[in-house]
């Protein structure tokens, strides 16, 4: 089978939907190499096959300007399409003065700021380069998004987009805003929909922080209760600083806070997932497993099914 995206140059038979690199160059190469991307005249390519980022390529790893560099490239070569993450979004909220310079976001964001220099020539071409990424790239039998493919979403951006889906500086900004209808959108689709939770099932989250919403696995269909829908980091407290007892299988307050997805299969990122390779639903694949945090950078090589298969899944530690 012969795939064409608008983008790409040539023909080509499928898209490999790379994971959140988080600053591993290192990652990214011996994926790419696994895969059978080569370097031609500085940027990788595969002769058959084009690349697609979901984003966050920056913060937490030793090798945020080495993994910019080499994505930068494939994406000028024709050989990747690169999709904006919520690390890519914050970055250009942090340089703009839109986004709060706190304690908190400053430690988020500093393994990025310490490497191109925070206000550095370097800095402002980078954040330049990350306002112009798409936010969500449809390519016919295949979708990939950062976080959750929502439409609601998506046409409350329309107003802002480029042809590319990407944003303009207007609407960023307006999205940089809580309390804004683009706020919200922007949230849903590179941060994924969460959900309210009885107070009685608030949990500790990693920094002991009291949290009482949870993530809503969009990607599932059937019942629609916490127990099915909502998602606890695993070793999570409760309030009382006990282990948390789970979420009760009773039915979620409505409207949901997305209706539930159809369509064609769509690729994500995000969730910092572990363990097994595998799909979370015929239809539905994140490749988020951890690459940030100690574990290996995942891809989806898709050549045109219609639906998805664990075989697949590749990654490279
Ligand atoms: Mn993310």
Known sequence: MTLTSSEAPNLIDGFDVIGDVHGHADKLAALLDQMGYTRNAGAWAHPRRQAVFVGDLIDNGPQQVATV??????????SALV???NHEFNAIAWHRGWRERSKKNREQHKA??????????????????????PLWFDLGG??????????????????????????????LEAAAYKGTAEFDAVEILLKGPEVPLPSEFGYLDKKQHPRVHARYRWWRNGPTTYWHRAHLPSDALGLDEQPHRGFPDIDLPTPLPVP???GPPVVYGHYWQTGLLQLTSPITVCVDYSA???????????????TLTDLHLVAAE
């Open 83 to 85: 999709a904006m993450g």
């Open 142 to 171: 295949l979708r990939v998004i950062h976080a959750c493919w929502d439409q609601w979403s998506m046409s409350v951006l329309s107003p802002h987009l480029a042809n590319n889906n990407s944003m303009s500086e207007d609407g």
């Open 260 to 262: 539930p997805y159809v």
């Open 292 to 306: 940030g945090k100690g574990g290996p950078l995942a891809a989806y090589r898709w050549s045109g099914e219609t």
């Open 112 to 133: 990025f700021l310490d490497e191109v220099v925070d206000g550095s020539p370097l800095h402002d071409e980078v954040v330049a380069w990350f306002t112009r990424l």
């Open 69 to 78: 560099d080499i994505v930068r490239k494939m994406e000028a070569a024709g």
